[in-house]
Each structure stands twice: as structure tokens, then as C-alpha cells.
């Protein structure tokens, strides 16, 4: 056969490779594999795909703070505590530790006090904790011994890292029970200076001896090599605020009274952190091929990072010591309808009650740098969960004439589910406090920026924001406190007054509201506030210089052009000029911490659900340009202090309630910020994935989550069949001009017999 194709025209020989090739894509495209993006090995196995768009930076708990890292540090790390998956509101269970610790309150000579003491009273807080015994680390190259218990991987010179590129190269593994001093390792590594943990300045404030521990370790890190690897045996250095009381008990010493301690305690800076990996990670050239913390974390999670690569895909996978969980046998409850809440009984959340965690065997995340390619992904059933972007999202769903979202119908006939919820956010529009024109400098000079300040909050229409670039994807914020967060207030008593009226409904109140709605002032009303100011239509009552006002912002978020076009627009509603000055994230921080702004744009996400979390953002003792602290407006007022040091201490009563309401009060009137919106997060997930609920300040539940991997593979074959077609049509090409060739082969060779 290869002899005659060989003696044939190359018209003909070419046909024929032509046809033959259309044969075998038709052959090779019979099946779905070449439109599935993941190995073959892969199919059909209890697998979780999902997608990550910003590649983590810090996988280290002393460092991590970010949500695009909590993906991962929350499956792998176990702080001492947790939140319950399914209840709300958010209520803190164990993890690691065998029950939720009890505060014990201590006067000045270290006496014990009653737990209903004064708070004056109270010079130190104590929470023992105690782990779990029989808890072990994932397997890892940094617990190793030979027969002899000394460790394999303890001494890498340069000749046996030259052949190391991974971990996984390191193949001897070994694992060790966790301890009370792993715990304490890691939080004396807050304090560590090369490490810059973001939260070591509020740490030192709270826990005893941490700031002076800081002090000692620059002192000691100042006189060794300047390098990055050089280890500092954190063992040698003492914490007096720590203690451990044997090896599954350690306690903790805090200055003074502060409740919200525990909450810390289910955060990964907690987590521990066993002194074999921090020695480990700390040898000579192993930073430089990424064998550190940040790339590799070692833990007692339920998962493992096993793949990282972060510009491509990153894998966690089950991790095989881990000491066993099991899914929660109660939830919410709902209340009735139009009483708000959900029965998770009804909702299908309580039907895996005891089965051991994770339901999952491994998670693939795969980046995605553009939305579009990720929604369509999603539409094929290749990821099993997906939020919407807003090119996608009319496809995904609609508007009701109330204005509830309903799923599209072309995601119903999927099966696909839509989870709704408000998160514990808040986005806003902050005033530098020590400008001169937004924050004045005396009495008349503070007057006239508050009821500027006041004037700009009713006429940036926030309702308008949400509804054009947020496809209705929050809710206007009336103060700092968003839903779910004790102290907020809905309907009329929670409505900012300043910005807004309550316009009651004329038929009788529905039963489950006040019968009426917040609507927000006329623009008016905004106009005779500047007028008051001394800017009557923008500009100066003595001078006549119109007003301008500059923003601060960075090429993203509020950096759209767009979304600047429609912000100058509303400040020229009254008849302010609004000057944008962009830059980067850097040099953003910068003029914040210097106090070099006039206005600027910042969100923030709760750490914890509790109102402390977001009132002390207005505290003085936080203010950035004076102490450095998250207080980026720079907002200075003593009734304020003087409440939020009362309330920050106190338990969820009625009491609490009143102060809060009264705080409220004070920053609607002074307006340090324009308060912007809570967004909402809208969530997709294929019918195969059960077990979804939204967790706003947990970060560990992919444990909980559940796939159906047969009905996922019937129904990705289902909704990819190959598309067979193009290959009938370059086959019948193929046919076409192969026959085409032969003919006129044929002509040609009777015209050379007749010829001869």
C-alpha cells in the first residue's frame, strides 16, 4: 500500500492522508474525552473542581489574611476552635480542643475575680485550652527519622538540594501527635520580625509579654547573618503571657477584659505550627526553590496541599491522618414564613447527620484569569461551583417585579441552585478627619465639613450604585453594622436619619415589617446642607471659588472608569468639582498612613461576628496617622471612645443593644464615612454538589461539601457530546476530492496511452 501511494499523483496521495485523518479524529472524537480538561484518571472519582483567579501570596498562618488564601489555609490548619457549620447565629464549637475554654478574670495581684466583675476591675483574662490527644500532622518530609530517630532532612546541604524541586521529591515522609507546644510556637511566630504578621500590633496589645517578646527577637534576628534562612529557635525565647501546663494544655494571659479573644482562636493565626517545619523550611537554599511555609503548609487539617502550582492549578487532597470529624446532626431552624431564617432540615443540610469528614476525597482549584472562560466551564459542568460575574449575570438570573432574584430558566432545566446571602462586609467612602475642608480644624471650621460631609452622604445614591454595577448584589449600608451582626437594626429604627426618611406604606404594616420602606433624601436636602457649610451651589460664600475634592484610589474597584464617571457625577448633583487621583496599591497605603488623602474608597470584612469588629475602625486609639491603626479616617470623637470601651467588653444584652444604637447615632451625625453598601454574595452549584451554605467568617468548609461523581459524569456527557459534524464534512470533502484526483488521474494516463 505505501508503495502505491507512493507511485500515485501528489494530488491523490494527499487526498488520501486527508481522508485518512478525518477517519481518525472520527474515531478518536467518539468519545467526550477530548472535550473534558481534566485527566482521564480523574474521571468519575469524588473530586470538588473549582477555580481561584488571584493566586495566594502567604500560605504561612502567621502571615495569611487574605480570603483567596483562606481557601486553602482553612482546610489545612486547625486552630483550638470553629464555627459551627450550619447555625446561626455564628456560634463557636471545638476543633482541636476538647471543649470551648472558659475566661477566669484576675484583679492586679493576680487574685481571681467573679465573672460578673467590673471591667475596671479586671487586670488579666485567662482561657486554657485543652488539645485533643491522638491528633496527627499530615504526612511530611520535617518529622522523617532513621532507625535511630534522627531526622532524615535536617542537615540539606547544596549537592542534595541540586536534584530537589518539589517537595515531593523528598520522598521519605513521617507524621508526630500534635501538642500544647505548637500552639504556643506559633504564637510566639506573630511576634517573629521577618515574618511581619499583620496582626502582631493588635496581638501585642492584648496578649501579655508578646510586644516585649517582639522587641527580643529583632534584637536577636539584628545579630545574625542577613539572610533570609537563618533560623531563630523560637524556644529559646520566652513568652510570659503563654503557659504550658502539659503536653496537651497550654494557657493564654490577656491584658485586661476582651471577650472576642475566642474568636481569634478559631483563626489560622492560631493554628499551630510544629518546630520541625519551621527548622525544616529554615535550611539554607530552600527558600529559593520555594520549599517554605507559604508554598508547602504542614498541618493537622482534613486536607493537604499535594499540587501548587499557582499560576495554573493547585490541589488539595485528603489527608490521610487525619483524626476524624463528623458532619452536624442540628442547624437553623426555620421560623416561619416571612419570619426570616431557613430549616436546614428542609433544605436537604442535615442528611449526611454523622457521616465521617471530609465527604470529599481531593479539591482542584484551576486558575482562571477571565470570567467568561470560567462561567462556560461552569455551564459544562467542569466546575461545580461558580459565582456570577456581571457579564454572566442576566444569563444566570432575573428580577422579579418585587425585586427578589429568581434563577434564569436555562439554569433551572440545569438544576442548577442558587445560595443568596449578605455578607458580613461593609464597602465605604472614608473622610480624612485632619483635612482642613472634609474635616475641619475648629469648632466652626468641624461644623462646616460635618454637614459637607453629611451633604455628600444623601447625594451619592447608593441605591443607584448597587443597581448599575452591582447588578442589585447588596444593600445600602445605614451604618457600619451589616445584617447578622448583633446590634444591627432593621426597618425605621435602624434607617440613617441624616441621609434618609422612613416613608411609611399606606395599607396596614405586612407582618413581617414595619409596612414601609428608607428613602433616601432629596437632593435638596443635600444642596441646603452644603448651602449651611458656607458652599452654596459649590462654591464659597465669601469668595465664590468653587468647592473641588480629591479621591484617592488605585487602578482597581472604584479605579473603573465608569464607576469614576458616575462618582463625579453625583458630586456634581450639588455642584462639587471631584479631582481623581489614581495610583497603585503602594503608594495608596502610603498617602493613608501619612495622611496625605482628602477622600478615599476601602472596604472591610469582618474577622469575627462581632460589632467590636467593626466599631473599632472609628476608635482614636486606632487612628493611623497617630498610632498606626486601622482607623484610616482618623475620626476623633470622646463620647464615641467612651461608649465603644463600655461596649466592646460586654455581652449580646439588651444593654449592649442601647449603646450600640447611641454609637450608631454618633457616627450617622458626624458621617466619617459615606456608608456604602454590604454586598451580597449570589452563588452557583450544580445539582451533583450538596451541602452548601453560605459562612461569611468561617473559612473551613470544604469539608463538608459532598459530590454525586456519577451524576456529574452523566450529566457532562450529556451536555458535551461531541460535535461530529465538521469531521462528516471534511470526510465527504476528503471523498470528494480524493474521487476529484482519481478521475483525473485516469484522463491523464489514457491520454499518454493514446498519445503513445
Known sequence: MRRLLRALPCSIRCAAHLLAGAVLLAITGCGNEWNDPYPAVERGRNIFYTAFIERPKHLDPAQSYTEDESVFTGQIYEPPLQYHYLKRPYELIPATAEAVPEVRYLDASGEPLPPDAPAARIAFSEYEIRIKPGILYQPHPAFAVDA??????????????????????????????????????????????????????????????????????????????????????????????????????????????????????????FAPIPREADRFYSQPGMAEKNLTLDWYPVGTGPFMLTENNPNSRMVLSRNPNFHGETYPCEGEEGKGKGKGGQDDRAAGLLADCGKVLPLVDQAVFSREKESIPYWNKFLQGYYDASGISSDSFDQAVRLNVGGDVQLSDEMRERGIRLLTSVRAAIFYMGFNMHDPVVGGKDGVGEMRARKLRQALSIAIDQEEFISIF???????????????????????????????????????????????????????????LLAEAGWPNGRDANTGEPLVLNLDTTGTGMGDKSQLDW??????????????????????????????????????????PDPENFFFLFSSKEGMLAHGGENKANYV????????????????????????????????????????????????????????????????????????????ERLRQAWNPPVVWPLALVAIAAVATLIAAVLAWRRRERRSALRR
Do not use: C
Open 148 to 269: 535511630a530517630g534522627v531526622p532524615v532532612y535536617a542537615n540539606l546541604d547544596a549537592a542534595r538540594l541540586r536534584s530537589i524541586r518539589t517537595l515531593a521529591d523528598l520522598t521519605h515522609t513521617g507524621t508526630r501527635e500534635l501538642i500544647a507546644d505548637d500552639y504556643i510556637y506559633q504564637i510566639k511566630r506573630l511576634a517573629h520580625p521577618r515574618l511581619n504578621s499583620p496582626v502582631f500590633g493588635l496581638m501585642a496589645g492584648h496578649i501579655v509579654g508578646l510586644k516585649e517578646l517582639g522587641a527580643a527577637l529583632q534584637t536577636a534576628q539584628s545579630a545574625q547573618p542577613a539572610r533570609p534562612d537563618t533560623w531563630l529557635d523560637l524556644d529559646r525565647f520566652p513568652l510570659s503571657g503563654v503557659t504550658r501546663i502539659d503536653r496537651y494544655t497550654y494557657r493564654v494571659r490577656l491584658i485586661g477584659k476582651y471577650p472576642q479573644f475566642l474568636y481569634w482562636l478559631a483563626m489560622p493565626f
Open 470 to 528: 452591582l447588578n442589585g448584589r447588596g444593600i445600602a449600608a445605614m451604618n457600619p453594622l451589616p445584617p447578622g451582626i448583633f446590634g444591627h437594626e432593621s426597618g425605621e429604627a435602624g434607617i440613617n436619619p441624616v441621609v434618609y426618611d422612613w416613608e411609611r406604606a399606606h395599607s396596614h404594616a405586612a407582618e413581617d415589617g414595619d409596612g414601609g420602606r428608607a428613602r433616601r433624601k432629596p437632593i435638596a436636602a443635600a444642596k441646603a
Open 567 to 608: 462618582l463625579r457625577r453625583q458630586f456634581a448633583k450639588i455642584g462639587i468639582q471631584l479631582v481623581v487621583r489614581s495610583t497603585d496599591f503602594n503608594r495608596f497605603q502610603e498617602k493613608l498612613r501619612k495622611g496625605a488623602v482628602q477622600i478615599f474608597f476601602f472596604g472591610w470584612n469582618a474577622d469575627y
Open 637 to 712: 470623637n470622646a463620647e464615641f471612645d467612651r461608649l465603644f470601651e463600655t461596649m466592646k467588653n460586654m455581652d449580646n444584652t439588651s444593654q449592649r443593644q442601647a449603646i450600640i444604637r447611641r454609637m450608631n447615632r454618633i457616627l450617622q451625625e458626624d458621617a466619617p464615612w459615606i456608608f456604602g453598601f454590604h454586598p451580597k454574595s449570589y452563588t452557583l452549584s450544580h445539582s451533583w454538589l450538596y451541602n452548601r451554605k453560605p459562612n461569611d467568617v468561617a473559612n473551613n468548609g470544604l469539608k463538608y461539601q459532598r459530590i454525586d461523581a456519577a451524576a456529574r
